[in-house]
């Protein structure tokens, strides 16, 4: 809700400032919408990737392997509890470690990744659906071309920007490095890899997040419109 409201603010904003192009109102809003919406989103993030580490340090009822205590950075007990329980313990870890500055750690390196990928995704959304638009016969419904236009916008942002991705999640998780050295390391260890490495895992999140947004957004908006402005809309 709050992405949202940002980006349909920030384009009206650009509006109003006699910004014309519809590509350009697009990727800047969507810049300026990833960047508020990351202060909700980094403490989520911080959780998540601590809770999917202590994964891998057990398998089920049984204690950290070995070889593997590296990973349980905030010195977690493992043992027992449900997911639920050490979450809460991850939590309690953090403030007790770092403060709430130690739920957005990586904040920025958060915005300096998700705020161009924002960005993009918007931009690419825009191109593909006009692209999908003057190749489709009239028959088509606009939402059709917009939800297909969606996951090409959202996968490619994506390899465009894994490698920042990649580097944000080694910096949130080893809470150490700049982005300079952390993509340094990267490089030297990974190679070409590096904008690769998971990729299609974010590709195929990407891919459901976007049908899903757009989905969504596109079907409220139409909701939202005025009855003397939908003869003028291809439904």
Known sequence: MAYITVYEGSRQWLHNHNVESRKLKSFIAGGC???????????????????????????????IKPGRTHLNTLNIDTASGSRLGASFKVM?????????????????????????????????????SDLLAGISPSWVPRLTIQCVAA??????????????????????????????????????????????????????????????????????KRWSLLEEHKADVRW
């Open 33 to 63: 919408a990833s960047t508020a919406s990351q202060v909700f989103v980094v403490p989520l993030d911080i959780v998540t990737q601590h809770m999917m580490l202590l994964g891998n340090t057990k398998t089920e009822g049984h204690p």
């Open 92 to 128: 309690k870890a953090v403030y007790s470690n770092y403060g709430i500055r130690g739920f957005y750690k990586g904040y920025f390196i958060s915005v300096l990744v998700y705020a161009p990928h924002s960005a993009l995704w918007w931009l690419f959304y825009d191109r593909f």
């Open 151 to 220: 996951p090409l916008g959202g996968c490619t942002a994506t390899l465009l920007t894994n490698f920042l991705d990649v580097s944000r999640t080694r910096i949130q998780v080893q809470g150490k490095g700049t982005l300079v050295s952390v993509l340094s390391d990267l490089w030297k260890y990974e190679g070409m890899k590096l904008f690769t490495k998971a990729i299609t895992a974010r590709m195929a999140q990407s891919t459901i997040f976007s049908f899903t947004i757009i989905l969504g957004y596109e079907t409220i």
